[in-house]
């Protein structure tokens, strides 16, 4: 668990605090995504965690543990930290940034050889294949890869990644993110991510912060935050394309009827809202069969249409920090 206890940070000459009076609690095992503009305190929130920056005031805990009584050093061993593109060390190979980590709490040479294989085969990279090449030879999306593997490579319960994969190409950059979203919440990692990207956070995180001025404007779960912004700046944020959004988040599962209809084409329960809403509008059908999971059940274009309606103008939802 991560948690921030009324934080501040005020840089030298600054006009006004970076972190302002932040309450922040991320439980154990849960991803906490950092959004907001340019400037408002996102990276800064996420150094005070590995003491690359200190607090002024108030407590950052991990664990329960004050990091301000903890060695840095230390600390930072305990902690994996991924950086967007820079990070790996360019005259070693792919294997040596791996075990940097185990290399430096001493374990024994074959014990990191089989760890570094076990996190580059985790990170989806055939160690036969990567293990002996330079960061150079690799593609932005593999670096980012190997970047993951070498932050879980001593098995870190936190982990903090700043832009992880901004300097990922579009098209790889989804399949990075559900991905190493899917092992880190399959291996049960308390995450921050510090990020730009709206979808980047509405797919990895399982709660998202919205911060301005250094503070926090509404912390909510992806669905909630789409569906209740707490204020016209949240709303603006989002933009006009909210509900699309809101749509790819909910299965076709959560809004079927049971009963079957002749001659409807087939879809999966976890077909998206919005895909589901693509192919009627593609088709001209307005009501899909749910196909694979057992039971009989179909889809309507109206019942897409009042979950999309949900919501929409509903008031916004209290700033909180709790789940
Ligand atoms: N080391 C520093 N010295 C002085 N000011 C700093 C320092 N680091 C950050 N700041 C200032 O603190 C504020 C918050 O910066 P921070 O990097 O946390 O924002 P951010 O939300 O991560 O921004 P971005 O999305 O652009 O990375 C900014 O006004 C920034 O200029």
């Not at 030879?137 to 700043?162: F, H, I, K, N, T």
């Not at 919005?274 to 109206?302: H, I, N, Y």
Request: aromatic fraction near 4%.
């Amino acid at each position: 668990m991560i948690r921030f206890e009324g934080v501040s940070k005020r840089f030298a000459d600054a006009a006004r605090p970076a972190v302002d009076h932040l309450d922040l609690t991320v439980p154990e095992g849960t991803t906490c995504v950092l959004l907001g503009p340019s400037g408002c305190g996102k990276s800064t929130t996420l150094r005070m965690v590995n003491r690359l920056i200190e607090p002024d005031t108030g407590r950052v805990l991990v664990d329960g543990r004050d990091v301000a009584g903890v060695d840095p050093v230390k600390l930072r061993r305990g902690i994996g930290y991924v950086l967007q593109g820079i990070g790996l060390f360019p005259h070693r190979s792919v294997a040596q940034n791996v075990a940097t980590v185990p290399g430096l709490l001493g374990w024994p040479r074959q014990r990191i050889a089989e760890r570094v294989d076990a996190m580059l085969d985790l990170v989806g990279l055939d160690p036969a294949q990567y293990r002996d090449r330079r960061p150079d030879a690799l593609s932005g999306g593999q670096r980012q890869r190997v970047g993951v593997a070498r932050a879980l490579a001593a098995d870190p319960p936190v982990l903090l990644m700043d832009e992880p994969f901004g300097a990922v190409d579009p098209v790889a950059r989804g399949r990075l993110q559900s991905e190493i979203g899917a092992i880190l919440a399959r291996l049960g990692k308390t995450v921050m991510i510090v990020t730009h990207d709206l979808s980047e956070g509405l797919l990895m995180g399982d709660r998202i912060v919205l911060m301005r001025d250094g503070a926090i404007v509404q912390a909510d779960t992806p669905e909630r935050f789409l569906a209740k912004p707490a204020d016209a700046f949240v709303a603006d944020f989002i933009g006009n394309d909210r509900i699309l959004r809101r749509l790819a988040l909910v299965a076709v599962s959560a809004v079927a009827l049971p009963g079957t209809i002749d001659g409807a084409a087939r879809v999966s329960p976890d077909l998206s809202l919005r895909d589901a809403l693509g192919l009627m509008l593609a088709s001209g059908a307005t009501r899909l069969a749910l196909d694979g999971d057992g039971s009989l059940r179909f889809v309507t274009l109206d019942a897409i249409r009042a979950a999309a309606r949900e919501g929409a103008d509903a008031p916004g939802a209290p700033v909180s920090d709790e789940p």
